[in-house]
């Protein structure tokens, strides 16, 4: 059955209708394939957002610190929307722990808009599903819309860097375990923070971060290299925050603003999106591929499945053969 | 150009022989395609090893635990491998960060093998790469293949869950943010360890893991319910342990064996064993679409992301052309 795509909802989503919003995101959400022609065309309408990425480890403070800059995001006139995926952010499933929403005065305030997302479960559908979803925000008018994800996995990963700009943020206090596995995400920061900064072991991490930084530049991946080689600031900024004392967080703002502006001045910009672009290809294409796994699970896949399990036939082989033998988009 | 097997390496690997595994493996990571042949054979050679996915978020003390229980396996007369890829292990990453190596009394000990995995950059083939590094220990006779990760991300977690016997460990006195990310992987245990019960806090994290499982029956995954529906011992162990005092290491063992041996009794090894086969073939299959990705990008590839990255088309129809275009192995 064909799909019918609702002019007058798209329409209120475009004028930023926020109840319009929920309504298209759950319906998005509770089956993308009867919502594809309206998220295509929400895609088209998009691409004048900041899409900015907020990650780090758990602990690193940032739940809180996206909350306080969301407030002054809105102080300077802009509307922010707000995409959780971390599973400990007081967004998403963090709250049942506990009362742990922090949005404060931001509470009612039309000009935010906040949604969570299941990461447990969205097998093969978790970058896709966030990035289309920051397209309905992008194309409903907010001019900045925030991708928090937890710093460790790496689609949640992957989900940051999806952004024109990616905040790293870190604390002080953190154990051993979770300053190793931050320091596998330093090299993705356009910007970093360094938070909880009221603490007196916060300068340490300041200092401890920019060794980090300075020793690190070896370790950065080929794209991030050729954007430091053109951007003038090629060392990330440090912001100390507090959101306690709400310390930092005005800077923190000018800082990420800083970075648009320069990936607009020197043109990087077009390659950020090229490299956003391939993210959303390849993210799509993984949906795709899920998507068309269960719909012939009964014909194609269960044979292959069988072979697979006596082994007789290798992942490898097995896998070459589905491919070649999947129909995708079988619907359209 | 064909790639030439070696019956030779093989066949050592198939003896057990160390240096011969570690050369294939070696191999493998710098080039699986010039790999294969070999790789597919592993694969036909194993299925009798006991593999064991151990998880926990960051500070949940698995590492140390880990080597624990390899040095009680080993005294059990089994060989036992570790491939560790969880970015915060000493036996990964985290040994740059000072010096975390806690092998101890196994350092040397042929019957004990560890690899590392990379997490970042391992675009698309994490658990493909992981799960082949598994059937080459597997054949080479280790009898027991534990698979550490972290449990925070979606791919981590997916890696853990493609074992026998999933162990997720908890431990007293984490964060918030942490316990928050915690509750999203109790649903995949088979075993339940709260770590670090030296310390006086331990024993209240093991009531309230218990009242947790209590609750979170409701949530578990289809999967988990039709086993748990036939497994006599519906309820996972939990099991307090104490790498610092050596305390409840044998019962941990004692309970990932006494879950192998339910799994066999009631035949519900056939439907893991099922579950393992589907996870391998969607692994291969998201490997084997990046790599195809990558060999085709100056001819089909770049188009299409040209073409998303002006929005002339939306990521969705971009995948759908591009998974319609694509040769898949194309040097088979």
């Known amino acids: ?62 739940s809180t610190l996206v909350a306080k800059l969301a407030a002054k995001v809105r102080k300077s006139g802009r509307r922010i929307a707000i995409v959780a995926i971390d599973p400990s952010s007081p967004f998403s499933g963090g709250a049942i722990l506990g009362d742990r929403i922090r949005m404060g005065e931001l509470a009612g305030d039309p000009g935010v808009f906040v949604r969570s997302m299941a990461t447990r479960g969205a097998l093969g559908g978790l970058a896709k599903g966030t990035l289309e979803l920051v397209d309905v925000l992008d194309a409903a008018g907010f001019e900045m819309v925030v991708i928090e994800t937890v710093g460790v996995g790496q689609d949640e990963v992957e989900v940051a860097r999806a952004a024109h700009t990616t905040v790293v943020v870190s604390a002080p206090g953190l154990g051993d375990d979770i300053q190793a596995i931050k320091a596998g995400i330093l090299e993705i920061a356009d910007v970093h923070v360094v938070s909880k900064c009221d603490r007196p072991d916060a300068n340490r991490t300041v200092v401890d971060l920019k060794t980090m930084l300075a020793l690190g530049y070896t370790h950065m991946d080929t794209e991030k290299l050729k954007l430091a080689a053109s951007i003038e600031r090629q060392v990330p900024d440090i912001i100390a925050t507090s959101s306690m004392k709400d310390q930092g967080i005005a800077e923190l703002l000018a800082a990420i603003d800083r970075h648009r502006e320069a990936l607009e001045r020197t043109g990087d910009i077009e390659m950020r999106r090229a490299a956003i672009a391939e993210r959303r290809l390849l993210a799509a294409a993984e949906g795709l591929m899920h998507d068309a796994f269960e719909r012939q699970r009964p014909g194609k896949v269960a044979p292959l499945l069988e072979r697979l399990r006596v082994r007789a036939l290798s992942p490898h082989t097995a896998a070459l053969q589905l491919l070649r033998e999947l129909k995708f988009g079988g619907d359209a």
Chains 1, 2 share one sequence.
């Open 1 to 62: 059955m064909a799909y019918i795509p609702s002019p007058e909802l798209e329409a209120r989503v475009l004028a930023g209708d926020t109840r319009a919003i929920a309504r298209l995101l759950t319906r998005a959400e509770n089956d993308a394939a009867e919502a594809r022609v309206t998220l295509d065309s929400m895609f088209a309408h998009a691409g004048r957002a900041h899409v900015v990425g907020i990650t780090g480890v758990p602990g690193s403070g940032k």
